[in-house]
């Protein structure tokens, strides 16, 4: 079984900033504020650590780059894949 997750831009509106929201197909998701002080990488890949975090998910991530956003493949760190 393999799990990904996807980050995508969130603009502005009038109550909030912008932001980057991770989510994964299950519908659980994550999101972050707009952090200007990181590149965009590492701006969505914070946002897919906090989902990684909130599921509580012992994983590593590797991303590329897509039309919408970002995709993320979780990855072992020991043993078995079992999100």
């Given at each position: 079984?393999?799990?990904?997750?996807?980050?995508?831009?969130?603009?502005?509106?009038?109550?909030?900033?912008?932001?980057?929201?991770?989510?994964?197909?299950?519908?659980?998701?994550?999101?972050?504020?707009?952090?200007?002080?990181?590149?965009?990488?590492?701006?969505?890949?914070?946002?897919?650590?906090?989902l990684l975090d909130k599921?509580?998910?012992?994983?590593?991530?590797?991303?590329?780059?897509?039309?919408?956003?970002?995709?993320?493949?979780?990855?072992?760190?020991?043993?078995?894949?079992?999100?």
């Open positions: 079984m393999s799990k990904t997750i996807e980050t995508k831009y969130l603009g502005p509106t009038n109550y909030r900033g912008s932001r980057i929201k991770a989510y994964e197909p299950d519908g659980q998701s994550a999101t972050i504020s707009y952090d200007y002080g990181l590149n965009d990488h590492d701006l969505h890949k914070k946002a897919a650590q906090a599921m509580n998910w012992p994983y590593e991530i590797i991303g590329g780059h897509t039309r919408r956003g970002m995709v993320w493949i979780l990855t072992e760190r020991n043993g078995d894949f079992r999100p």
